[in-house]
């Protein structure tokens, strides 16, 4: 149950530019064959500056209304933005007919349920990484998804960046023969995002704090899985709390995995950064052949010894900017809700579906559990 829920205050009317923003989404109309209504559940950064921006840059949709318990932020961000309505109530906000498809964004512990009244109310939904934060809500969602048969995308945005969608090509090509060793890392500062008085205050907030395994965590392992094409296998996982004491979890996790493909891996996800990160960044692929490492494909001259950069994707992709690129947010968020469309249209197949979404958490649950225990745990992929 969405502990906020009880919380309402009645949808705000018409704002006093609505004619404006209605007269040029008619316009639009004329060469598009149907508009899809978007709510935003939860209406703070990301949705702000990622996923409504994003959407307002695709004439296919329209941003309808934000539902929030913020009610002061809420309506900010709606004045800003030119979203016509405000709820206070989900069960209000959901039974928007018009409202076809939902992003959420609200904090990563509430995604879960959200999740599932969204499906449950007919909507396709993309959510926010990382999908839920326990296995059991991954399972409902993933029965969700079958049996309503609705598009649910998982919000891994950086599967929109070229330079990663080039490596996970290159490893899909055989460019790098079979990789036994894969490496990802979400290093972070996130002072800025930290404490009751910072931008996001639920991430440090001692009732539903955001663990980095799951929060951090699932964008290296989401990226692993999507370019691998596999499955962790078991999870063998460290963790210490000496960074950030304002977390009231732990900050820092090394994991061990094994891959149903055969490849072994290392994860570390951790908020303490305070200097650059001097690792492989999010996604390394040894191969066989190759070796994927930040961002370029290298390999070895057998008979000079000599490692040659073979592609150099970060320099190839370097004045590739995200479409919204304008503002505080750096991420391909254009281009996901545009995948998003394409799904709901029937255009594509989503690029992180409710199972990979599901088989990103059960992998990082498994390390949570494996730091708290000491044990090496197995990993229940069957969704
Ligand atoms: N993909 C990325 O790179 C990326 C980056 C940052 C955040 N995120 C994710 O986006 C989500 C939101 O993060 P943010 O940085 O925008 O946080 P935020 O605090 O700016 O926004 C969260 C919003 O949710 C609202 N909220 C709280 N409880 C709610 C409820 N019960 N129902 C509806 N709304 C509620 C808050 O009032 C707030 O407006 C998180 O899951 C986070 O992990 C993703």
């Known amino acids: ?36 209504g978007i709510g935003i559940i939860g209406g703070g950064g990301i949705a702000a500056e990622g996923h409504i921006r994003g959407y307002q840059t695709d004439a296919r949709c329209e941003v309808l209304a934000i539902y929030d318990v913020d009610a002061d932020k809420a309506q900010e961000q709606a004045e800003r933005l030119g979203v016509p309505q405000v709820y206070g109530a989900l069960d209000e906000f959901l039974a928007r007919p018009d409202i076809q498809a939902v992003s959420i964004c609200s904090p990563d512990h509430l995604h879960g349920e959200q999740v599932h009244a969204a499906l449950r109310a007919g909507k396709h939904v993309l959510c926010e990484k990382p999908m839920c934060t326990t296995r059991e809500d991954a399972a409902r969602i993933v029965q969700d998804v079958r049996e309503t048969g609705l598009t649910f995308l998982g919000g891994h945005v950086y599967h929109f960046r070229p330079d990663y969608q080039a490596m996970a090509t290159a490893y899909q090509t055989g460019e790098i023969g079979e990789v036994w060793l894969a490496e990802g890392d979400y290093i972070s500062d996130l002072r800025s995002v930290y404490g009751p008085n910072s931008q996001t205050p639920w991430r440090t907030n001692a009732q539903a704090a955001q663990d980095i395994l799951l929060g951090g965590g ?107 690129h304008d ?26 579906s409710a199972i990979d979404a599901a088989r990103v958490i059960a992998a990082l649950v498994a390390g949570i559990e494996s730091a708290r225990t000491g044990q090496m745990v197995p990993v229940d992929n069957n969704f």
């Open 327 to 352: 503002t505080r947010q750096v991420h391909h968020f254009a281009e996901q809700c545009e995948h998003f469309l394409d799904c709901i249209e029937g255009k594509a197949q989503p690029q992180m």
């Open 1 to 36: 149950m969405d502990i906020m829920t009880n919380f309402f205050y009645p949808p705000i009317g018409p704002l006093p530019y609505q004619g404006r923003v209605r007269v040029g989404l008619l316009l639009l109309k004329k060469e598009t064959s149907m508009t899809i």
């Open 218 to 324: 699932c964008h290296p392992l989401g990226l692993m899985l999507w370019a691998l094409q596999t499955q962790v296998t078991q999870v063998f996982a460290f963790a210490n709390h000496k960074a950030e004491p304002i977390l009231p979890l732990n900050d820092c996790y090394v994991v061990s995995l094994t891959f149903a493909n055969g490849a072994i891996g290392k994860l570390i996800a951790a908020s303490g950064n305070r200097g650059y990160a001097p690792t492989g960044g999010h996604l390394t692929l040894y191969g066989t052949e190759g070796t994927l490492w930040g961002g370029k494909l290298y390999r070895n001259n057998r008979e000079e010894h000599r490692t040659e950069i073979i592609h150099d994707y970060r320099e190839q992709f370097k004045d590739h900017k995200p479409r919204v």
